[in-house]
């Protein structure tokens, strides 16, 4: 309907006009510039990253786990803006051996760890701007309370029972391994010790009697939701993994500890002399946060979204659907899965020596500096390496020069002296390339510029949909690459104002370059919300301006009026993104992470 309105509008007539039309705009403008109004109306959205564990200070890997969930719930929230329509939980995993045994090496109690740790991880989560609505620590009371109430349903539906468990048990992973999972490397003094074929951490026999969970039941109901619901679990590979560890036997699962063993954690209800099991406690932490057993939780489940690292998948994808299906609920909406960082090339550990510490990036690079680097350079389905020589060229390069010199050419006051978003021409900007009479100045290359911002607000929501929130900000930077050779082929710096030729084509380079950077502002925000802000209020947009259904690009080249038209900048401010390579040049001689 839209289409046809904007056709008259144009006041053409022809079928091979519309055609042509529909090529180079009609396309790409729409009342709903995403396609996306219809799915996500009224749509509520509960983002979780993963608890973390307080054994240790959080590193960068911490902080990308939780960029990750801030990123793809700000963008959410940009499609749909109702504040109330968007959840977003992380917090702390306090219980289990891991933190007892940590405790104890550091010589404080479990509970003054806990607070020690958990407290660095909200005041990095702060100043990294995670935008999180709650903050869950499994210590808590509500959190007991709702792990003891989930027990007592899976017990009254008859899917726990008492068993000798024996096997081996990771406590760093916190986890059992069957002994093809396992192997044996040299220790200390050089004896052979078992360790975890996967994490390389040791591991101990175990006897005990446990409560045990029927696993083992629910590998069919598995794999009937996996294969009907392709998306489930995203990247695909993962999906595809589950997949392949579900053809295996699946056995039941140990969910309590003897208490004398772990006295840290949450008592089996009925049962002191256990404790239950630390990943059951932990993934009930989804619930707790919306408020389970209270029925207010059903409105925000299963439209949940997990934000988890690779390490973790089995536990979400495997046991956590397999406990909600046996405590009659749905499993999560989506899984979304992503790889590890690693520092120059090894696995960041403590023994190495060369863990990153968050906080000081977040010094060295900018709070938006560094969430721009680990977004960009993150990729979902592979390992990443971090140096820090890697941070300053992506960040001088793509926020300093490309996207800082962008603004800065359209905004100059030598080059635009009244300080206003100028007049688009559609004479010298006709809406095709044929239309482009002895007045017209476009080339074939702008029209390629406009269609490629045109179509980049879908792009990029198609590339959150599908967790490859790198590839959004590649597409972002190629058209930021696009528009500064639009700058640069039209040099506006040698036009004049005062020419009646070249005022009208002045002001249309650079509106066309201000709406480019208006739709680069709008979709950063999610990535760099304080620059994305800056940039946007440097351009007059406001603050109900910039959500994803009023982004209309260009609108006059569309036929329609464009409300920025005429309107004032916003004050200069000073550069968009500091150039680090002069500001940090000790960096590249002292700092190779
Ligand atoms: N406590 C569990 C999660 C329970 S969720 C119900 C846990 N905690 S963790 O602190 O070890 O890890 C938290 C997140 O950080 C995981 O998603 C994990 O993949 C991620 N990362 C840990 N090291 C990482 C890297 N080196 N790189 C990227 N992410 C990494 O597991």
Redesign the pocket.
Known sequence: MLRISAFRLLGRTGASRLSLLEDFSLRHYSSDPLGVREDTRDARAYFTT????VNAAP????L??ALLADALCRHHRLRVPSAAATRFSTGT?EHGLKIQQAAAAAGLAPSELCDRVSAQFQQLFREADISSTDFIRTTEARHRMAVQHFWGVLKARGLLYKGLYEGWYCASDECFLPEAKVTRQPGPSGDLCPVSLESGHPVSWTKEENYIFRLSQFREPLQRWLRGDPQAITPEPFHHAVLQWLEEELPDLSVSRRSSHLHWGIPVPGDDSQTIYVWLD??V??LTVIGYPNAEFKSWWPTTSHI?????LK?HAIYWPALLLGAGMSPPHRIYV?????VCGQK?SKSLGNVVDPRTCLDRYTVDGFRYFLLRQGVPNWDCDYYGEKVVKLLDSELAFALGGLLNRCTANRINPSGTYPAFCTTCFPSEPGLVGPSGRAQAEDYALVSAVATLPKQVADHYDNFQIYKALEAVSSCVRQTNGFVQRHAPWKLNWESPVDAPWLGTVLHVALECLRVFGTLLQPVTPSLADKLLSRLGVSATERGLGELHFLPRFYGHPCPFEGRRLGPETGVLFPRLDQSRAWLVKTHKT
């Open positions: 993963p608890i973390f564990y590193h960068i890997g911490h990308y786990s995993d932990a993934l932490n989804y988890i690292g690779k390490d973790i536990f992503h790889s590890h960082w690693t960041m």
